[in-house]
């Protein structure tokens, strides 16, 4: 069974801080890697996507990516209450025509 | 404006009835899902459709049905089979292999 791991939280960190966000997955085969934030009763909605080692930067937001120790995380610089959500990690499982593994999400709260 | 839309917001099942919920996308995308997310867990896959007219199970499919007649459009039917269909029903779609899925706003059933 595939599974893709996550702390549920919650991580609280104060308005401005950093906010690192983990997750690990099984599948050492996999390719494609999503975060996605969903604010309570709403619908997930896509913020990152990361295919290669390393880093790649989007604003505030910058994903990391380790295929060797099979774990990407997210980091929120200059945190805000605005990002008080619940953040999903996804992973693209390594076989042709199969939907997404998705963790069962962070819960990060931004205090000001 | 392209998306994909899921209707109604909110249903209500009686004892023993079927109910559809309806996902539409014109995003043009081959690839559709269906999810179900309970309070405070994480999203599982219920039924997905690689193309038109072939669909395959997820990990709960059990009580559920769907159809693929169009590109278009994913219909959910929860049957009554389902004992505990009350939960956040969330659609999704996908442009290509390794690319990102996208959600709609979702639909929340309830019990009667």
């Known amino acids: 069974q595939k599974e893709v791991e996550q702390n549920s939280g919650p991580l609280s960190v104060p308005e401005g801080a950093i906010a690192s966000l983990n997750c690990t997955y099984s599948d050492r085969g996999s390719q494609s890697f999503f975060w996605y934030r969903q604010y309570s009763g709403k619908s997930p909605e896509l913020i990152m996507s990361?295919?290669?080692?390393g880093d790649k930067e989007d604003g505030r937001f910058t994903a990391q990516l380790n295929k060797a120790s099979q774990y990407v995380s997210l980091l929120i610089r200059d945190s805000q209450p605005s990002d008080s959500a619940t953040y999903l990690c996804a992973v693209n499982a390594n076989q042709a025509g199969t939907a997404l593994i998705f963790g069962k999400g962070t819960t990060l709260s931004v205090s000001s | 404006d392209g998306g994909i839309t899921q209707s109604p917001k909110y249903l209500f099942r009686k004892e023993g009835q079927n109910v559809t919920l309806s996902c539409e996308q014109n995003?043009?995308?081959?690839?559709m899902y269906w999810y179900r997310q309970d309070p405070g867990q994480g999203l599982r896959l219920i039924y997905y459709s690689q193309i038109v007219n072939d669909f395959q199970k997820g990990d709960i499919a059990e009580g559920y049905s769907v159809s693929r007649e169009k590109k278009e459009s994913f219909p959910l039917t929860v049957t009554s089979a389902q004992k505990n269909p009350t939960a956040f029903y969330l659609c999704?779609?996908?442009?290509?292999?390794?690319?990102?899925?996208?959600f709609g706003d979702g639909t929340r059933l309830s019990i009667l």
């Open positions: 990361i295919y290669s080692n």
């Open positions: 999704a779609s996908k442009d290509r292999e390794g690319q990102p899925q996208h």
């Open positions: 995003l043009n995308h081959d690839a």
